[in-house]
């Protein structure tokens, strides 16, 4: 009886696994497909105000400036969270990034 269990279990975790395989690979697919259109609408709403090279250096200072700043407030920030502060750097950078350029 545990062994049909466990058959069972192997054989429905094989099925999630080759669905989120195809999923990924048709997301591949899309993405490839959508990137020439992807480059004409950024070039079409983000270049006319700042720029993205200009707002990525804007938001790398800030971002750099926020995590700091969130570090000292945070106690041991500096040493003891530096996985989820690298994450966290990425993520605020790259919103911030896209939203400067968008914005301005």
Same mark, same amino acid.
Request: aromatic share 12%; no cysteine.
């Given at each position: 009886?545990?062994?049909?269990?466990?058959?069972?279990?192997?054989?429905?975790?094989?099925? =999630?696994? =080759? *669905?989120? =395989?195809?999923?990924?690979?048709?997301?591949? &697919? *899309? @993405?490839?497909?959508?990137? #020439?259109?992807?480059?004409?609408? @950024?070039?079409?709403?983000?270049? #006319?105000?700042?720029?993205?090279?200009? *707002?990525? &250096? &804007?938001?790398?200072? &800030?971002?750099?400036?926020?995590?700091?700043?969130? *570090?000292?407030?945070?106690?041991?920030?500096?040493?003891?969270?530096?996985?989820?502060? @690298?994450?966290?750097?990425?993520?605020?950078?790259? =919103?911030?990034?896209?939203?400067?350029?968008?914005?301005?």
């Amino acid at each position: 009886m545990i062994n049909d269990r466990e058959d069972q279990d192997k054989k429905e975790s094989r099925k =999630i696994l =080759i *669905a989120l =395989i195809a999923l990924f690979l048709l997301l591949g &697919v *899309a @993405i490839v497909l959508l990137l #020439p259109m992807l480059t004409e609408i @950024i070039a079409v709403h983000l270049e #006319p105000g700042l720029g993205l090279k200009n *707002a990525a &250096v &804007v938001a790398f200072f &800030v971002t750099v400036v926020f995590m700091i700043v969130m *570090a000292i407030a945070g106690g041991d920030g500096l040493l003891g969270e530096v996985q989820f502060m @690298i994450g966290g750097f990425l993520g605020f950078f790259l =919103i911030f990034w896209l939203m400067i350029a968008w914005i301005f």
